[in-house]
C-alpha cells in the first residue's frame, strides 16, 4: 500500500492510514487499533505524489511524480482550507467559496503540550475533539466558542501576540510526547492562562467578551491509548525512528498521539512519524518483532 494520508476518523475517533493499492485508482481506510500486534515495513521510501481531493472526491495523480509528498499541479487543484492562511483581516484574499465554512460556529482554544508549551487555536464546533486528537494535545482550555471564523481568528491572532504560538512542529512534539503533567497541573496551568488571556481581551476587545467560556477543560490522553499513564510511567527507552526502505518495527500498537505512533517492542518503546509516511509503499504484515534497522537509532527522548 502507498499511503496517501494519515488522519483521525471524526466519528470513530479513531487513527487510520488513507491508502492505494498497486494498480488501483481508489483510496481505502486502515483503521488503527491499540493493543493489538503491529508490524511496519517500509517497502519502497521513493516518495511519489499520491495526487488530490477535488470537490471531495480523490483524483490520482497522472505524473506520480517522485520526490514530493503533493506535485505542484495537483497541490494547486486541491481542495484547500483558507484557516490556515487567515488572521481574521484578509478574508478578500479568498474565494467566496472557499471561506463558506467561516459561517459555522467555532471555538478558540489554548492547547497544552508541555507545562512550558501551550498553543492557541481555531477550530469549528463541528470539529471541536478531533482537532485537539489529530495534533496530538495533552489538556485544552476552550477560551471563546459559538462565534464565527472571521472573529475567531481576530481572537486567535490577538492572542498569539500575546505570546502563544499557533503552530508547534512535529520535530519539537516528538520531545513532549510524555510530558508528565499531572491533570491537576495541567488543569492549573491553564486556568492561569486562561485568566491572562481573558483580562487582556476584557481591556482590549472588550465587545468579545460574551463570547468567553468558563470552566471548559478537557484531558484529552484517554484517546491516545487504553491507558496512556501506562505509557508515561513506563521505563523502557523511548527511540525515535525514521525508517528507511526495507527497515521494520514491529511489537504491539500501544497508542497514537497525534500523528506519531507508539509501538512497544519487548525491550523498548518505538515512535514513528505516520505523517513522514505518506507517499511511500509500506506492508502492515508481520515481520520480525522489535527493530530492524540498517544502522543505528536516530536518537532516544529520555
Not at 493499492?21 to 505524489?49: A, H, Q, R, S, Y
Not at 510530558?179 to 465587545?207: D, R
Request: hydrophobic share 35%.
Amino acid at each position: 500500500m502507498r499511503i496517501f494520508d494519515f488522519r483521525w476518523d471524526e466519528k470513530k475517533e479513531k487513527p487510520y492510514f488513507q491508502y492505494v493499492k498497486n494498480g488501483e485508482k481508489n483510496i481505502e481506510n486502515k483503521f488503527l487499533e491499540f493493543d493489538t500486534p503491529f508490524f511496519l515495513t517500509v517497502t519502497d521510501e521513493k516518495m511519489k505524489c499520491m495526487g488530490s481531493f477535488q470537490k471531495q472526491k480523490y483524483v490520482p495523480c497522472k505524473e506520480q511524480e517522485e520526490g514530493k509528498k503533493k506535485c505542484e499541479i495537483c497541490k494547486k487543484a486541491e481542495d484547500y482550507f483558507p484557516c490556515q492562511f487567515c488572521n481574521g483581516f484578509n478574508c478578500e484574499r479568498f474565494r467566496r467559496d472557499k471561506i463558506e465554512n467561516c459561517d459555522a460556529d467555532h471555538m478558540v482554544y489554548l492547547a497544552l503540550f508541555s507545562d512550558e508549551i501551550v498553543k492557541v487555536g481555531v477550530s469549528r464546533l463541528s470539529r471541536m475533539k478531533t482537532r485537539q486528537y489529530e495534533q496530538g494535545t495533552h489538556y485544552t482550555q476552550i477560551v471563546a466558542e459559538g462565534i464565527s471564523g472571521v472573529t475567531a481568528r481576530r481572537i486567535e491572532h490577538f492572542i498569539g501576540k500575546l505570546g502563544f504560538p499557533d503552530k508547534i512542529p512535529a520535530s519539537q512534539k516528538k520531545n513532549i510526547l510524555f510530558p508528565a503533567v499531572s491533570l491537576e497541573k495541567g488543569k492549573q496551568i491553564l486556568e492561569e492562562k486562561f485568566q491572562f488571556v481573558k483580562e487582556n481581551i476584557h481591556h482590549q476587545m472588550p465587545e468579545n467578551m460574551k463570547y468567553i467560556v468558563e470552566n471548559k477543560f478537557w484531558d484529552m490522553r484517554s484517546f491516545y491509548a487504553n491507558d496512556f499513564d501506562f505509557l508515561e510511567q513506563s521505563h523502557k527507552a523511548v527511540h525515535v525512528l525514521d525508517l528507511k526502505e526495507g527497515e521494520s518495527v514491529g511489537g504491539v500498537l500501544k497508542g497514537v498521539k497525534g500523528a506519531f505512533l507508539l509501538i512497544e517492542t519487548p525491550a523498548e518503546l518505538v515512535v514513528v512519524l505516520a505523517k513522514k509516511l505518506v507517499g511511500k509503499e509500506i506492508s502492515l504484515e508481520k515481520c520480525e518483532e522489535g527493530i530492524s534497522k540498517h544502522g543505528g537509532f536516530q536518537g532516544g527522548l529520555f
